[in-house]
């Protein structure tokens, strides 16, 4: 029998608590410094936007006169953008998961497709926009409209949903299938009947997370060119259009001609954090209402 030395294990016990000690109060640490970091930059922004924000700077069209400036074709913009977005990306999104994990087989291909899509959710934003102004604004002839800037930004957000919901449909208990495909449902019935509504809230997650980055991306619109002053207010999906995020950054951008135009980008920001808040609230709802009921 090997002989145990108990001051070496007591030693060896005294290094890991140290070490775990260390890296909880590293991780603490971390957190702490994001949330000061977030709270000193929210304050930042609401305090720069006291005073600017009301009915007027809400309804009224944009103005190269900073006290005439209103931000109500950018929130339009940004709805129709979203109305784009949600759907498209839905879809597209959820059909291309369910066809990975339900249909296509295992092979290279398979492979092949799964670690592009992966790989499409690290490319830089602006990428996107260079493939939106290719394809949509001149190849397809659509111009700075809302339909070319939401497709890009579909294109922009889809792996994201796609990864998601793959994740969220592997998660649903083989034993549910097997239970349908026993009482005589076909594939497509199992999927629409049982697999979809058990990963619901997954999707949903995943459908979440990608507006809300579609919400807040400029990159790739700027590259499609998206006017920021002057315009009309947009009502369908072939107008010329702006956005929240667009509007932010050219008045910041501005700021340094006329400084009234920081608080401005300030009052947007603020205005932006609220329709992005609104909706993260009713889709987490949505969600959880699903998951309650699955």
Do not use: C, H
Request: hydrophobic content about 55%; cysteine-free; glycine content about 8%.
């Amino acid at each position: 029998m090997k002989y145990v030395d108990a001051a070496q294990v007591q030693k060896k016990m005294g290094t890991r608590l140290l070490a775990n000690k260390l890296a909880k109060n590293l991780f603490f640490l971390s957190t702490l410094f994001g949330l000061i970091v977030l709270v000193i930059l929210i304050y930042r922004v609401v305090a720069q936007s006291i005073g600017w924000i009301d009915a007027d700077f809400i309804f009224n069209k944009l103005s190269t006169d900073p006290e005439k400036a209103g931000i109500m074709g950018a929130i339009l913009g940004t709805l129709w953008l979203m109305a784009v977005v949600a759907p498209v990306t839905m879809v597209l999104g959820v059909g291309t998961a369910i066809y990975l994990e339900e249909y296509a087989k295992k092979s290279r291909l398979q492979g092949f497709i799964q670690t592009n899509i992966s790989n499409l959710a690290g490319v830089p934003s602006v990428v996107f926009g260079i493939l939106g102004l290719t394809v949509f604004a001149r190849a397809l002839d659509l111009g700075s409209v809302v339909l070319a800037g939401g497709l890009t930004m579909a294109l922009l957000v889809l792996p994201v949903v796609v990864v998601a919901s793959q994740e969220a449909i592997r998660a649903v208990p083989q034993y549910l299938r097997e239970a349908s495909y026993g009482m005589g449902a076909t594939k497509w019935q199992t999927i629409k009947n049982i697999v979809l509504p058990a990963s619901l809230p997954g999707i949903l997650t995943g459908v979440i997370l990608a507006l809300s980055r579609a919400i807040g991306e400029t990159a790739p619109l700027v590259v499609i060119g998206i006017p920021a002053l002057l315009i009309p207010l947009p009502d369908g999906v072939l107008d010329k259009f702006t956005i929240l995020p667009v509007q932010v950054y050219y008045w910041t951008t501005d700021s340094a001609l006329v400084a009234e135009y920081a608080n401005l980008a300030a009052a947007t920001i603020v205005i932006l954090l609220i329709v992005l808040f609104a909706m993260n609230s009713v889709a987490i709802l949505i969600r959880n209402k699903f998951q309650k009921r699955f």
